[in-house]
């Protein structure tokens, strides 16, 4: 064609014209193979030279002298099923996605740019069409495989970019240190699965990656330095404590060593880990010591409960006897005899806390009885009281008297008078009279 260029941008050279061949949209006509009429599209001269026709008129394209001249256009028509072939095939390659886009579309274009000069006879016109074709789809499947190039590159961009993002905001933030690390080689691994990157913006997410990783080991170096200092401290410090614990084991102040043990496991706890490999055999020893001393109590709390439990049998038989005292037969007997079992309860000694309350009810029980007793008896002989329901005798007796009088005097005013005041004392004096009875 007249616009055709080389790669360094010259024209090619054309001694014969090319023929007129036109790209169409769709499908190429098939090119129609030549050898089984090579008549139609050539001829041999007199003189043996051999002409293919073209849509621009014929074209010389050699010279036969080897055989008749049927055989030389077999032999220039199967040069061009050759051609045909070969576009036939980048044609199918191209199509099934097998072929090679950039090699196809090289090879088509040589193929195009060689047929006005090829020594062949057949549908040139057909040829070049699927010629262009091929070129057409090769370029199509260029811009295609370009496109999804650049598809990838962008896409293998993005997710480095967001790897990238991701260590630094784990350099930046995560305090969980194991965690965080293993992310970070799970990010190094698919980094190096990520290709497609140019090599600029590969390096400069790189450098990122990078920095964020270092920046991130450096933060964790500082935190388990300070975290090695921190346990040396706490493991001073808990040796300080067993040296405490196991000076306690042998006390028999069962109570307030029992305390200070509670608060130095409350010191233990607050002293923070001791380097991995010394805690567990630092709390063994503390612990040792604590459960030394609590054994020991426990033993001399099992010795004092058999103890306390006889002691409780022995109160049951003072209980058994004290409930059998009758206050009402005879106070005083029963006031010494409460008195005689009130000495023994305190000689028998303490009992098991829960049954404290129990047995300690039972006495009180008793010791209220004879209390209410007592109280009753001098309830019914307090002087006072038989002293106040007296006078309020003699007022009654008073008022009885002045209401007799008035009325033999025709005073019944006065008379009525006095009976109201009279019944107002009789009713104070019989209240006096039931309580003192009621004693």
Not at 311 to 322: F, G, I, S, T, V
Not at 369 to 395: C, H, L, M, V
């Amino acid at each position: 064609m007249a616009d055709e260029t080389t790669d360094n941008g010259t024209a090619p050279a054309a001694p014969h014209p090319v023929p007129q061949v036109h790209a169409v949209a769709g499908h190429a006509a098939p090119v129609p193979p030549a050898e089984p009429n090579p008549t139609r599209w050539g001829r041999v001269d007199e003189e043996g030279t051999v002409y293919v026709t073209t849509p621009d008129g014929e074209r010389k394209v050699g010279v036969w002298q080897a055989g008749t001249p049927d055989e030389g256009l077999v032999h220039y028509a199967r040069r061009f099923d050759d051609l045909r072939t070969e576009v036939e095939l980048l044609e199918t390659r191209l199509g099934s996605g097998a072929g090679d886009p950039k090699h196809a579309l090289s090879t088509a274009t040589q193929l195009r740019d060689g047929l006005a000069d090829a020594a062949v006879v057949g549908d040139l016109a057909a040829l070049g069409a699927r010629i262009e074709q091929v070129i057409t789809h090769a370029e199509a499947a260029l811009a295609s495989a370009k496109q999804e190039r650049e598809q990838a590159r962008s896409a293998a961009v993005a997710r480095k970019q967001a790897l990238a993002e991701e260590a630094e905001k784990l350099a930046a933030e995560s305090t969980q240190w194991k965690a965080a690390g293993d992310r970070l080689r799970a990010i190094l691994d698919e980094w190096k699965t990520v290709k497609g990157v140019d090599r600029k913006t590969d390096d400069e997410l790189w450098k990122r990656f990078s920095k964020a990783r270092e920046g991130f080991n450096r933060r964790r170096g500082s935190h388990f330095a300070e975290l090695d200092k921190q346990r040396a401290g706490a493991k001073a410090r808990k040796e300080e404590l067993i040296a405490e614990a196991e000076s306690l084991v042998d006390s028999t102040d069962w109570g307030p060593t029992a305390g200070r043990y509670k608060d130095l496991m409350a010191e233990w706890k607050a002293a923070g880990r001791a380097p991995k490999d010394t805690d567990d055999a630092l709390w063994q020893r503390f612990r040792g010591a604590q459960d030394q001393f609590f054994a020991r109590r426990s033993a001399a709390f099992s010795e004092r409960d058999a103890e306390f439990a006889g002691n409780a049998a022995k109160k049951e038989e003072l209980l058994a006897d004290a409930e059998k005292i009758d206050p009402a037969a005879n106070l005083d007997a029963a006031k010494a005899h409460l008195r005689r079992i009130q000495d023994q309860w305190d000689e028998i000694g303490k009992v098991p806390r829960e049954r404290i309350r129990e047995l300690d009810g039972r006495l009180k029980a008793v010791q209220d009885k004879i209390k209410a007793a007592e109280d009753s008896k001098w309830r019914r002989t307090d002087p006072e009281a038989q002293a106040r329901a007296a006078q309020f005798r003699e007022r009654v007796e008073q008022f009885e008297a002045q209401a007799e009088k008035a009325r033999a005097a025709g005073d019944e005013r006065r008379a009525k008078k006095a009976d109201e005041q009279a019944a107002q004392w009789r009713e104070w004096m019989e209240t006096a009279e039931n309580a003192i009875a009621d004693r």
